[in-house]
């Protein structure tokens, strides 16, 4: 994980250490996947994979990985390409973020069907679902700030826990709009599970 950007100013552009948040650090061929992935560049992208000396998982700075990257921007065809090229839907960022987390937050529907749909087995999708980043916050917290009522949907329908709170003591309802249509859909899903008419 990239350290934090106090520590640009200690170390200065001379210092070489991997994980220092400067750009220079990153490796060419690194960096290369990291702007394909971010512009959206489809065949850009593939050559720059082609050419990665390190795996798919690569770090850039801020401890970004491609796949964040392009949920973040909401590219579909970098991240249907970084899944082929065999990303880790469970990868972390320097916030202990995933991949979901990023295209939740940007209510990016095909991509978060995408990843849901790339987890190899229950477990691994019950883990993605539930995986909380440095403020506790779920990828459901992060539809929900959003009010991305469609995501917050698909994402209860694959089973992630409204009831998950945060650092702050926050559901995912408490972070979407008074009334709005994520708001209800949380309130509704936690009633069910308080009334046990589905898992908890």
Known sequence: ??????????DG???????????????????????????GDAEALTIALENLKDGV???????????????????LSCVQILLTAGANIEVRDEDGALPLHDACAGGYKDIVNMLIHAANSPGQLKRVLDSFDIDGDTPLHHAARGNHSDVVQ????????????NLIGQRPADLADPSSPSQILLNDAVKKLNDGTSEA
């Open 1 to 10: 994980m990239a350290i934090a950007h106090t520590m640009e100013e200690e």
């Open 154 to 165: 698909m994402l209860l329908d694959s089973g992630a826990n409204p009831k998950i709170i």
């Open 13 to 39: 552009n001379g210092h070489g250490g991997e994980d220092l948040d400067l750009e220079v650090v990153v490796p060419k061929d690194v960096q290369a996947v990291m702007n394909a992935a971010e512009e």
């Open 57 to 75: 998982d690569c770090e850039g700075e801020d401890g970004d990985r491609p796949l964040h990257i392009a949920c973040l921007y909401g590219h």
